[in-house]
């Protein structure tokens, strides 16, 4: 890589003495049942060459979000805040705009919802969303979709109905890593990835891998997948701090993800570790420049 410095464009904060994290369940999952803060991530995004960041929802409760919002505010790493209201609410865009009037309201540069809990697997298509989601273009965001591969078709169809809207994957859409299959889930990405106004986040493979041990060769099939099918202009790298520390340190993720898009030219590769997230989440001037 050149000597520009990184955007991680997806980790997360959480405080368990301010609210629980409900789906911090089992063992598996243990090593997260605690507070984690920008205060902490700071040290090892800075170690790894990271300039900026932008940290997504966890919970869909309204609460959440201004508190993202104000620990930006506070924060000379944080750029942006994916966070989360409700896409059924009519007064969605009057949310927005309370949002944004608040403390580190202008570091708003997306919405979220945990559509991977919804039980429908088309609920993305249904009118009272579909309402939401054109409130969120409206308003200057960007969208992120957090599903599983079943719901992969349902992105495909609410984003042909709103070409207005930049509708970004996480985490390659959660391929089964673990089992090393690629289809169905492949095809589905590639036919999301032909709609221009879709792009993809480089990031939580390492927790679809198996556990345990894993191998950069496990995960290069379904990087290469993506790099192949949404290009080097649409792909942003993302750490998924601290999800991945359960299976690798912040670090490893970094240069995981360097060593997955070794392929790329120097221009492509500042695209997917920087300049794609400025353009995707409408990013001002930061400090790094």
């Known amino acids: 890589m050149t000597d520009r410095q990184i955007i991680d464009a997806h980790h997360h904060v959480w ?7 409900p789906w911090i369940t089992g063992e598996a999952l243990a090593p997260l049942a605690r507070s984690f803060s920008a205060v902490d991530l700071a040290p090892e995004a800075r170690a790894a060459g990271v300039a ?6 966890t919970v869909c409760v309204p609460e959440e979000t201004p508190e993202l919002l104000a620990i930006a505010a506070e924060s000379d ?7 989360w209201t409700d ?3 009519p007064g969605i865009a009057d949310a927005i705009a309370a949002l944004r009037e608040g403390p580190g309201g202008e570091r708003l540069v997306g919405v979220r919802h945990q559509v991977q809990e919804e039980k429908d697997p088309d609920w993305l298509l249904r009118a009272d969303v579909q309402r939401g989601l054109a409130a969120v273009a ?11 591969p079943d719901q992969l078709a349902a992105c495909e169809e609410a984003a042909a109905r709103l070409d207005g809207l930049t509708f970004v994957l996480d985490h390659l859409g959660k391929p089964p890593i673990g089992s090393g299959a690629l289809e169905p889930w492949a095809a589905a990405v590639r036919r999301l990835a032909a709609l221009p106004h879709t792009v993809c986040k480089l990031s939580g493979m390492v927790t679809e891998a198996a556990p345990g041990t894993w191998l950069v060769e496990d995960l290069a099939p379904y990087a290469d997948t993506v790099l192949d099918a ?12 601290p999800v991945c520390t359960l299976q690798a340190t912040y670090g490893e993720v970094v240069r995981t993800a360097e060593r997955l898009t070794d392929r790329l030219s120097p221009a492509e590769r500042d695209a997917v570790f ?8 409408g990013f001002g001037p930061h400090p790094r420049e």
């Open 15 to 21: 405080d368990l003495a301010v609210r629980p994290q």
């Open 52 to 57: 900026a960041t932008v940290v997504v929802q």
């Open 77 to 83: 790493l944080i750029a942006g805040v994916v966070g």
């Open 87 to 89: 896409l059924t609410d």
């Open 138 to 148: 409206d308003a200057g965001l960007a969208y992120d979709l957090v599903v599983t």
């Open 230 to 241: 949404f290009g080097p202009r649409r792909l942003l790298f993302g750490s998924d701090w």
């Open 274 to 281: 920087h300049d794609n997230a400025i353009d995707v989440y």
